[in-house]
């Protein structure tokens, strides 16, 4: 006995999600970028903290410009990812995630970044930390870029 209803292409099988191509990639770009900050939302902030501090992140309390007051981890050169902490408000999913990356090119990463979909948040400027902009990837999420190599002047 045959089951008709089974074929060799089954129609309720996605197909492979399409990638598009490879973007070209000047040989400056090609490295990866290194993770160097998660942000994090806490309806528990003191709690949540306790748990990064469980495994060894060290926090100090920080304000950027009007911005709410939050804790940041310490970076060292062991360990470069920043992890800040901000209390979570009733518009603000608990679950919302911010990443940073280290590009080795922040304007060639920003062309390529907005050619993929993405958009600028925050247009590049220096900071303590060196040149860094903020883009959002297609779905909004926001994503700081920081050049490596570069300190401010």
Do not use: W
């Amino acid at each position: 006995m045959t089951d008709d209803s089974v074929s060799s292409s089954p129609s309720n099988v996605s197909p492979s999600l399409n990638v598009s191509p490879s973007l070209n990639v000047s040989p400056s770009l090609n490295v990866s970028p290194s993770l160097n900050l998660l942000v994090l939302r806490a309806a528990e902030l003191r709690a949540t903290a306790a748990f990064y501090e469980a495994l060894g992140f060290t926090f100090t309390t920080e304000r950027h410009g009007q911005g709410p007051e939050h804790l940041a981890s310490i970076a060292t050169d062991a360990s470069p990812l920043v992890i800040e902490l901000y209390p979570a408000s009733c518009s603000v999913d608990t679950q919302a995630v911010r990443l940073g990356f280290t590009v080795p090119n922040l304007a060639a990463v920003l062309e390529r970044v907005t050619a993929a979909g993405g958009s600028i948040v925050t247009a590049p400027r220096t900071s303590p930390r060196g040149r860094k902009a903020v883009v959002a990837d297609p779905d909004g999420r926001r994503v700081e870029l920081l050049e490596s190599g570069r300190q401010a002047s």
